[in-house]
């Protein structure tokens, strides 16, 4: 069973950074594929990104360039890390970490997290 716990969310003003990270851990969850994801209300979960266990990273157009996905592994714990520079009141969510077993993170057996909001303020 694999166990997601985001943490680092808050209020930020336009134009600052956050760092936000989520903890896995689990059975194998060092293979996994690992991402992030977003959501406002009365709108769909909204992919940001992921990584794959060899560090490969992709970004979704909106926040490519302005947003930076890691990952740290240590015995059983995954530690993923979203990284977000010069943000806007439109990047104003609830955000998600995703873990599957393959990028993208996805499919019916996907696990998630609790989630942990994000506020930037104008």
């Known amino acids: 069973q694999v166990h997601l716990a985001e943490s680092g969310g808050g209020l930020v003003q336009a134009g600052g950074s956050l760092r936000i990270s989520c903890t896995a851990s689990?059975?194998?969850?060092?293979?996994?594929?690992m991402g992030w994801f977003r959501q406002t209300p009365g709108s769909q979960r909204e992919a940001l990104g992921d990584i794959e266990a060899d560090g490969t990273t992709t970004y979704s157009d909106s926040v490519k360039g302005r947003f930076t996905i890691t990952r740290h592994v240590a015995e059983n714990t995954v530690t993923l890390f979203l990284q977000m520079n010069n943000l806007t009141p439109e990047d104003t969510a609830m955000y998600y970490c995703a873990a599957d077993r393959s990028c993208p993170p996805n499919s019916d057996s996907v696990r998630w997290g609790q989630g942990t909001q994000v506020t930037v303020s104008a």
């Open positions: 689990g059975y194998i969850v060092y293979s996994f594929c």
